[in-house]
């Protein structure tokens, strides 16, 4: 199971940026993906998921700004940030909802006010 973040950098407050996890092995037949962000000094959390269906949910600090997607036939899952705040600089990762262990390598985001 692998399960690879990448597309983070460091933007400005209000700019936007795509996130990208390619899913493989065992990982591509997860029902419900998420992207979770853990920042320094705080726990990891869920901020998006969908369901193989699309359904989606986002957590109160992201709703509106952020768009999870995914595309069954290249396994991999999309994080569309807009709207950029400080506070969204973390360590991106995707991983199943409920997640699975070990965690795949992150995706650092960085938003300067």
């Known amino acids: 199971v692998q399960l690879q973040a990448s597309g983070g950098g460091s933007v400005q407050a209000g700019g936007s940026l795509r996130l990208s996890c390619e899913v493989s092995?065992?990982?591509?037949?997860?029902?419900?993906m998420a992207w979770y962000r853990q920042a320094p000094g705080k726990r990891r959390e869920l901020v998006a998921r969908?369901?193989?269906?699309?359904?989606?949910r986002y957590d109160n600090s992201v709703g509106g700004r952020f768009t999870i997607s995914r595309d069954g036939a290249k396994n991999t899952v999309y994080l569309q940030m807009n709207s950029l705040k400080p506070e969204d600089t973390a360590v991106y990762y995707c991983?199943?909802?409920?997640?699975?262990?070990?965690w795949g390598q992150g995706t650092q985001l960085t938003v300067s006010s």
């Open positions: 991983n199943r909802d409920p997640p699975i262990t070990p």
């Open positions: 092995g065992s990982a591509s037949r997860f029902t419900i």
């Open positions: 969908i369901s193989i269906t699309g359904v989606t």
